[in-house]
């Protein structure tokens, strides 16, 4: 299962981005997608998550500004962030889960999304 995030970038202060995530090497449908990021010097840490059935998580530092949505046929993830911060500057992880006897983790590659002010 390989996880491919793409459409990072650098925008300015208020800006927009949308990035995506495509998966590929697996039939089945992941339980729970969602993006995380990972600041320099800083801990990785949740975005967004979105499972099939469930709730739709925020970090309270993107709600109002970021939507996370995901086809569920493809299996592709979605991150539309809006009004983008200088703080929001960090590498976003897509991230992915099958859910079974155990929990299987998967993650993309990172996208790098800088915000300048």
């Known amino acids: 299962v390989q996880l491919q995030a793409s459409g990072g970038g650098l925008v300015q202060a208020g800006g927009s981005l949308r990035l995506s995530c495509a998966s590929s090497?697996?039939?089945?449908?992941?339980?729970?997608m969602g993006w995380y990021r990972q600041a320099p010097g800083k801990q990785r840490e949740l975005v967004a998550t979105?499972?099939?059935?469930?709730?739709?998580n925020y970090a309270d530092s993107v709600k109002g500004r970021f939507t996370i949505s995901r086809d569920n046929s493809k299996n592709t993830l979605t991150l539309q962030m809006n009004s983008l911060r200088p703080e929001d500057t960090a590498v976003y992880y897509c991230n992915a889960e099958k859910w079974g006897a155990g929990t299987v983790t998967y993650w993309g590659q990172g996208t790098l999304v800088t915000v300048s002010s």
């Open positions: 979105l499972t099939i059935g469930g709730p739709t």
């Open positions: 090497g697996t039939r089945f449908s992941f339980n729970s």
